[in-house]
């Protein structure tokens, strides 16, 4: 039923740049939250970034002034613009739709492989 499709991770070189898309169905995406996590190995699943229904986003501190969350609601679709990447930003980076009414729905994405190195 419900399904996040992510694309544009990589191997980038530090300096770089990529663009991550998540597109959702299934889901009435104008009404969900939509973040993005990573994870690294052997370290927890984080927030990279957050764009709520109302236009509010919400960023890790590591991102702060390198990353932008946006979304285009016409298209179904949520992007991560990240720049002046770094080697620590080296993760599986995932896509999360959240809705907190009639209960909480939480989907997820498959994630899709950010490595940033020389």
């Known amino acids: 039923q419900v399904q996040l499709v992510e694309s544009g991770g990589g191997l980038v070189q530090p300096g770089g740049s990529l663009r991550l898309s998540c597109a959702a169905s299934?889901?009435?995406?104008?009404?969900?939250?939509m973040n993005w996590y990573r994870q690294a190995p052997g370290k927890q699943r984080e927030l990279v970034a957050g764009l709520t229904s109302g236009g509010d986003t919400n960023y890790n501190d590591s991102v702060k002034g390198r990353f932008t969350i946006s979304r285009d609601n016409a298209r179904n679709t949520v992007y991560l613009q990240m720049n002046s990447l770094k080697p620590e930003d080296t993760a599986i980076y995932y896509c999360n739709a959240k809705r907190t009414r009639r209960g909480t729905s939480n989907y997820w994405g498959q994630g899709t492989q950010v490595t940033v190195s020389s």
């Open positions: 299934g889901i009435i995406f104008r009404v969900y939250a």
